[in-house]
T-cell receptor, first 112, second 112 residues
Framework: EDKVVQSPLSLVVHEGDTVTLNCSYE??????LLWYKQEKKAPTFLFML????IEKKSGRLSSILDKKELSSILNITATQTGDSAIYLC????????????FGKGTMLLVSP | DAMVIQNPRYQVTQFGKPVTLSCSQT?????MYWYQQKSSQAPKLLFH???????NEADTPDNFQSRRPNTSFCFLDIRSPGLGDAAMYLC???????????FGSGTRLTVV
């Protein structure tokens, strides 16, 4: 059975801290890994990562995939209260319809 | 401009009373997905359409049905909602899932 595991499940930090969120996967026929940020609405897309190992960056957020370790990390530097959200990791399989398999998410709370 | 539109944003229905949630898209994407997300859980795929091909997840209850009359619209029908069906229902579309899905803003269903 395909599995996506995120850790930690929840995290509380102070503004300005740097956080690292983890996502590991055990799937057959991996294609890509997606990170989403979810506040009180639908998930919004952050990054797509493939086995190429290329790091993706957007402002204070960055992410990279380690194909040997079958895992990915999402880094957020100089956190702000607006970063408080659930961060979802999802894996896309290389099958005909390529559905997403989500992890349970990491709930991040950034306190002022 | 909203590209994946879900209506209504909030829906209250009575126990056992059929309810329909709608999703429309202006992206002309081939694939449309319905996810169920309960409180503090990751989105769970219910089913998806690849063009007119319907794909049901094995553990999706028979109580849930879907229709896709054309490329732009997809409906989720819950024939006899139970209290356990209260959740956020997310519609998503993709042309190529490797590039990331586009989610609608969701419909939060309450069953009373």
């Amino acid at each position: 059975e395909d599995k996506v595991v995120q850790s930690p499940l929840s995290l509380v930090v102070h503004e300005g801290d740097t956080v690292t969120l983890n996502c590991s996967y055990e799937v057959t026929n991996f294609r890509s890994l997606l990170w989403y940020k979810q506040e009180k609405k639908a998930p919004t897309f952050l990054f797509m990562l493939t086995s190429s190992g290329i790091e993706k960056k957007s402002g204070r957020l960055s992410s990279i995939l380690d194909k040997k370790e079958l895992s990915s990390i999402l880094n957020i530097t100089a956190t702000q209260t607006g970063d408080s959200a659930i961060y979802l990791c999802a894996v896309v399989l290389n099958s005909g319809y390529s559905t997403l398999t989500f992890g349970k998410g990491t709930m991040l709370l950034v306190s002022p | 401009d909203a590209m994946v539109i879900q209506n209504p944003r909030y829906q209250v229905t009575q126990f056992g009373k059929p309810v329909t949630l709608s999703c429309s898209q202006t992206l002309n994407h081939n694939v449309m997905y319905w996810y169920q997300q309960k409180s503090s859980q990751a989105p769970k795929l219910l089913f998806h359409y690849y063009d007119k091909d319907f794909n049901n997840e094995a553990d999706t209850p028979d109580n849930f049905q879907s229709r896709r009359p054309n490329t732009s619209f997809c409906f989720l029908d819950i024939r006899s909602p139970g209290l356990g069906d209260a959740a956020m229902y997310l519609c998503a579309t993709s042309r190529d899932p490797g590039q990331g899905y586009t989610f609608g803003s969701g419909t939060r269903l309450t069953v009373v």
